[in-house]
């Protein structure tokens, strides 16, 4: 059997560290090509030696020369800058490319895999955000698969498998996050120790803000509907605890289908390096008999204003999902550092799309343009808190 050969993009965060194990458990089926990170030398060089990849990337070009000495006694390639991640991608020694880089950073590299004709397993949902409507075609044009990661998105296309009629609904499930209990009062006090926590989940920073806020949520939903051609009308969110069902969905018949398991990010990142094959993975069975029962409840649009905004962008369509992803990942950030509080969050995002002008049919450039201008002008709107 050929091994798969992949490039794990983003290798260093909290996907891309799982994405590594997942392989490392099958070294008969798969073989780890390329591993990437931005500016986590220690990291990357630690994950070089450990794993020894053909090829390694660190992005941010300054620290080139730190990562090429460290590597030196091995027969590891080393490459530096943002450039380097799009042409590699494209390198004919490589089967599948595994995204799990964050945010908008991801969309050029996915465009690059598809337009070489890579099948691309695809965790970086802010890729879909800003620039759906053009991966979509790359990836229609150069019959290149894009396989989902995210867990919902996961879990949809498994409940797809076979199927050849219409979608009827799709409902996201949504843990709800850290503060589904807490009140729109106590909201513009929160922490972001606390907003960092999440129940169910262990992500990188910026998802678990997301998550926080529901602009996680959001985020799929227009992910969604690009990975699945499906209107934003028939693309329900429900809030489900327990994260046990990741996602369902329902057919003409009134037929409903779920996936489920306990929430660990393995089982939708190994199924995308193993599609259309399932391998073991050791880790708990869902016992029905334990859970009891599985709750849901309707998201609260008022105490999250996120959700509302990701879906009227959606709506909008054309470069308002990118206007809305720069945005959102500006308030983030500056949510993280103390700038703003977490309610002002969703007011930076809403004033920013505001300010930008509408493109209906934007390109790639008009694509980069919208997301500079809306970073500049959610910059400025910081300012003025
Ligand atoms: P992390 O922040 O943990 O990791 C991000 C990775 O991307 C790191 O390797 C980082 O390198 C690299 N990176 C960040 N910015 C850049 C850049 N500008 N250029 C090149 N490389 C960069 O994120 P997560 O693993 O949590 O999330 C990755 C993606 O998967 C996100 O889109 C997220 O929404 C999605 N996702 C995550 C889930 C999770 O459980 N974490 C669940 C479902 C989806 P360095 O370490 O050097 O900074
Ligand atoms: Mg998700």
């Known amino acids: 059997m050929n091994k798969k050969r992949i490039a ?22 798969f073989e780890i090509e390329v591993i990437t990170a931005r500016s986590n030398t220690d990291m990357l060089i630690e994950q070089a030696i450990k794993y020894q990849p053909n090829i390694v990337i660190i992005s941010e070009a300054s620290y080139y020369n730190q990562v090429k000495e460290a590597l030196a006694p091995y027969p590891i390639k080393v490459f530096a800058g943002e450039e380097s991640l799009c042409d590699m991608v494209a390198f004919e020694n490589i089967d599948i490319v595994f995204n799990a880089l964050v945010g908008f950073s991801g969309l050029a590299p996915t465009l690059s895999a598809l337009r070489a004709g890579k099948p691309v397993a695809l965790a970086n949902k802010e890729t879909l955000v800003a620039g759906g409507d053009l991966v979509m075609k790359a990836a229609l044009h150069n019959h290149a698969p894009i396989i989902p990661v995210d867990s919902e998105h996961s879990a949809i296309f498994q409940c797809l498998l076979g199927e050849r009629s219409p979608i009827k609904k799709i409902v996201l499930t949504a843990s709800g996050g850290p503060f589904w209990h807490t009140s729109a009062d106590e909201l513009p ?114 105490r999250f204003p996120c959700l ?77 808190f």
């Open 8 to 29: 794990v993009l983003g290798a260093t965060g909290s996907i891309g560290r799982q994405c590594l194990e997942v392989i490392s458990n099958h070294p008969q089926r």
């Open 308 to 384: 509302t905004l990701a879906y009227s962008a959606l709506k909008q369509g054309g470069n308002m999902p990118c206007a809305l992803n720069a945005a959102n990942e500006v308030a983030v950030s500056a949510f993280l550092n103390d700038s703003i509080s977490f309610h002002q969050v969703p007011v930076v995002i809403e004033k920013t799309i505001q300010a930008i002008s509408f493109i209906s049919q934007p390109t790639l450039s008009d694509i980069h343009l919208t997301n500079n201008q809306a970073r500049i002008v959610a910059q400025n709107l910081l300012k003025t």
């Open 189 to 302: 006090f929160i922490r972001k120790e606390q907003a960092l926590k999440h129940p169910n989940w262990n992500m990188g920073e910026k998802v678990t803000i997301d998550s926080a806020t529901m602009m996680n949520k959001g985020l799929e939903v227009i992910e969604a509907h690009w990975l699945f051609g499906v209107s934003p009308s028939i693309i329900d969110v429900i809030i489900h605890p327990q994260s046990i069902i990741h996602s369902m969905v329902q057919f003409e018949d009134g037929s409903v289908k779920a996936q489920m398991s306990h929430p660990d990010m393995r089982i939708p990142i190994q199924f995308a390096l193993s599609f259309p094959q399932r391998f073991p993975l050791d880790l708990p069975e869902v016992r029905f008999e334990q859970l009891k029962h599985l709750d849901f409840y309707p998201p609260d649009f008022e």
